[in-house]
């Protein structure tokens, strides 16, 4: 069966420069901003839930930034291109190359393009801020007034994990496609790479292989 789809994906982007977050190194002092030293007054467990909550933009926009520049660099080395030509040119070894860097972009780019269960830009901003509200409290229902916040801080959290891990784990298998398609062709094709700039934000994803399976 051959397969020609070119599958198109239109995307937002964070410019945010960092790691996956179950990658993310202990932040300096200078990236902790002036707000996150000076937590609510609440429980320790509580000043966690909103530190996570405050930080949640970044690392999602972190998984999601990493996707764009992944794609990026393919198009802009012309990698899938160059797979093209040397399958177009009769080398079968390009196959099972072509084919997993194809499978890995496509699941990558299904997952950034999909419905998120959170905000793909604010995560979740507007329930920290709601719970960091309630943590104000000074009265005497203030924790009836925090429960409802917190459960749903936690919620969205667990969303937001959520969806950041299977994005990380997608630009994982991506960047291991990638190498490995960029090694196969510094072997078979050592060229001059032609410079495909691709517009940010608005990566695509490869042709499949003529032969292999949908």
């Not at 040397?86 to 080398?91: F, P, Q, S, T, V």
Request: some cysteine.
């Amino acid at each position: 069966m051959t397969i020609a789809t070119t599958l198109l994906v239109t995307l937002l982007v964070s410019a945010a420069e960092a790691t996956p977050p179950d990658q993310a190194p202990p932040r300096t002092a200078a990236e902790i901003t002036e707000d996150e030293t000076h937590p609510p007054p609440a429980s320790a467990e509580d000043q966690v839930l909103w530190r996570r909550g405050k930080q949640s933009t970044r690392l999602l926009h972190t998984v999601r930034s990493q996707s764009s520049k992944l794609a990026q660099r393919i198009r802009y080395n012309g990698t899938d291109a160059r797979l093209d030509a040397l399958l177009k040119a009769g080398d079968r070894d390009v196959v099972p190359v072509k084919d997993r860097l194809v499978n890995a972009w496509t699941i990558n780019a299904n997952i950034y393009n999909g419905k998120w269960p959170v905000d793909p830009t604010r995560a979740c901003l507007y329930d920290t801020m709601h719970f960091e509200a309630a943590l104000q409290d000074t009265g005497p229902a203030k924790e009836e007034r925090v429960a409802p916040h917190r459960k749903a801080l936690t919620n969205c959290l667990r969303l937001a994990d959520q969806i950041s891990g299977q994005l990380a784990k997608a630009n994982d298998d991506l960047l291991a496609a990638t190498v490995e398609a960029e090694k196969f062709l510094a072997v078979k094709a050592p060229h001059t790479a032609p410079k495909i700039p691709a517009r940010p934000g608005t990566p695509a994803a490869p042709q499949a292989t003529p032969g292999a399976k949908p």
